[in-house]
């Protein structure tokens, strides 16, 4: 795929909304770089879209959801260029082959062809700006509905504590705002918590080898003034094993019909921690991260791998501030770096949606979603 590099600008010239947002020309398309957080606040400008796909690819753009709607919104930028049928088949591969895991990416391409291909060619480009606008603001409905009805599991925590001390919740990469176009999945329920009075202190996993949670969950929550501590990815155990995890809150990036999560590798090994130590597991996610066409999440998942580098090396601030890598392993070492893991529903305690809480199997997500 070539790869394009969008415009930077560390001092924004328009004002910052949420994740990606239409920039005032009505046109570009602007990006919060979530490979700079929480370092650095840059806005990039997309125009193309191969700066897109390029977005999707090196994760300035991530988070199942949001990398639906980026899709979406590059479909949009190809058709200004071109709105041939050949253009909307280009748009569709090229968008497709950035990330495999994520089936938000299939739906909104699917949306946008659905939509686009019965249109003369010189309406294109109007209606695929409108789709991509409309599925933005779906998407922040939909994270608020999902809150609420997380928010009852929260509140059922509390009860069972007897509300003494904080809700204790364990999270792990980054299913927060920062994924989607507004509220989260994950940690919208914790938004409306702090909303609504009820105390809680979230333990944020630091998700190597990306550090989603460490650099991007604990950026965002903090930024809402919502208590939380960062541990090591091998630290959950410890926490469920002494009683200092009362819920498990997840994202998720494809579940199948019969309710298998695939989600940000480590997500399965604090499924199974949970379920031996009686604590609840919730995964959270919107309908559009639900794959119908599947029903065994372990045998038929693509899950990503990704290059070795993000395991020999970490991304961090410095001395003075200033972005850089090192090296943690010897030189030319083997690394593995499947991105995702899938959680069999049968440990998973429930799934939280727009539409509400259900069970993980087949029935129960069916019913909700009929
Ligand atoms: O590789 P990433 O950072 O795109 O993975 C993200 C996750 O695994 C999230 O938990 C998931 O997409 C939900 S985002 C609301």
Redesign the pocket.
Known sequence: MPISKSKTSRRPPEEIDGTLWLASDGRTVCILD?TRLPHETVVRRLTTLEQTAEAIVT?RV??????GVSAAFGVALAMRVSATDAALDRAFRTLMNT?P??V?LRWALETMRAHLAPLPPAERAAAAYAEAIRMRAEDITTNRRIGEHGLDLIKAAWERKGRSGPVQVLT?????RL??LGW????APMYLAKEAGIPIHVWVSE?RP?N?GAA?TAWELGEKGIPLTVVVDNESGHLLQRGMVDLVL????RVTARGDA???IG?YLKAVAARAHQVPFYV??PGT?IDWTLQDGVKEIPI?ERGPKEVTHVVGAGTGGRLGEVRVTPPSVAARND??DVTPARWITGLVTERGVCRANATALKRLYR
């Open positions: 979530q994760m991530r988070g199942a959801p949001l990398i990330r895991t994520a938000n792990h990469c980054n299913a927060g994924g989607t989260g999945t994950a940690t998700t990306r989603q991007l997840v994202g998720a990036d695939a989600n940000k997500t959270v996610f991260t990503e991105a995702f």
